[in-house]
């Protein structure tokens, strides 16, 4: 069996966990890296024996890759992915996958006429407490679904300025919003407040250091969410609840709890899989079942962040989403 050829675009912090996890797996080869800052694609491709290139158009013309990481700012996505598709490269890209929904639905159009794997690195969904969670929900009603994530500031400067990250919900919290779509279904309306109260004198930041937001489920179900970057020494936290009819269940990455007990949901827990062995065992194998976040995935789960933006902007104005349809 030849190698498969994966090439990256962005050769930053994120990418290269992925680059060591993919050079790990047998018989697949990182075979080109691009990064519009050249000095870093060369390192990353000298460490990998790859070539290094500055222009994403460039490499995938000059390589023969069977498969793509994007791992770019959020409003760096450009057309690499229409590009890829184009070419039947199979595609990993990082959330939040896009900026702008209609290219993302754009892209979603190139990718089901390519008939290509896709995955989007939501990895919490792999996390045996999230499995046991999901298939414990199955088939019964939710009656509201709260998430809280209070973090610190990282220290990327584009994740400081709105029109570049998106803000904190749609780059970081997404997370926790993407594991309240696969917990409770899609969200059809969204009414989002933002503020900005301890931060402003954080050089180069624009973005709201304050966000709360709610959501109406197509199942009706109703969700909540605070998000904050301004735990700066500690402190901060990242939760999700589920209230269902006499029963509690809070989620988190090592750990269900449930109140009163619900036994198959306790520890101990089985060892997450690795994202990057699953989109390789994906692509061999030619199964997009196996992914449990596709690019699609990662477009609905933008399209609610997109709309809370929309609704900060107008005062808290209830927003439809586009895809969650009622
Ligand atoms: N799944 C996760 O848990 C997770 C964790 C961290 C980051 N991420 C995501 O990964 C992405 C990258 O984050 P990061 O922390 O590595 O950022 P980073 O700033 O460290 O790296 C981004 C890289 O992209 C390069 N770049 C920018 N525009 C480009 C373009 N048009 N073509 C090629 N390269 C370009 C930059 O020069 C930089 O080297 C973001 O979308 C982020 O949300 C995901």
Sequence with gaps: MSD??????????????????????EGVAIAAVCDVDGGRAELAAAEHGARAYADHTEMLNAEALDALYISVPPCAHTNAEME???????????????????????????IDEAGIITCVGYQLRYLDPTQRLKRWLSGKTIGMVTTTR????????????????????VEQTTHQIDLMRYFAGEVVEVSARYALRTM??????????????????????????????????????GDLDILLKSRRVGWGADRVTSSPEVPELAGPY??????????????????????LSSYLD?????????????????????????????
């Design 4 to 25: 498969l050829k994966i090439g990256f675009i962005g050769a930053g912090g994120n990418a290269k966990g992925h680059m060591a996890r993919v050079a790990a797996i």
């Design 84 to 110: 890829a598709a184009g070419r039947g490269i199979h595609l990993f890209v990082e959330k939040p996958v896009h900026l702008s929904m209609d290219a993302a639905l754009g892209i979603c159009e190139a």
């Design 150 to 169: 209070w973090g610190g500031l990282p220290g990327t400067p584009w994740w400081r300025v709105m029109e570049q990250s998106g803000g904190q919900l």
């Design 200 to 237: 402003a004198d954080v050089e180069g930041f624009d973005i709201p250091d304050s966000q709360a937001l709610w959501m109406r489920f197509a199942s009706g179900a109703l969700g909540t969410c605070t998000t904050s970057c301004m735990a700066l020494e500690g402190g901060g936290k």
């Design 270 to 291: 089985a060892e997450t899989p690795n994202i990057d062995q699953v989109f390789i065992d994906a692509i061999r194998a030619g199964d997009q079942k196996r992914i």
């Design 298 to 326: 990662g477009v609905k789960t933008l399209d609610i962040t997109l709309a809370a933006n929309r609704s900060a902007e107008r005062d808290g104005e209830p927003m439809p989403t586009r895809l969650g349809k009622a």
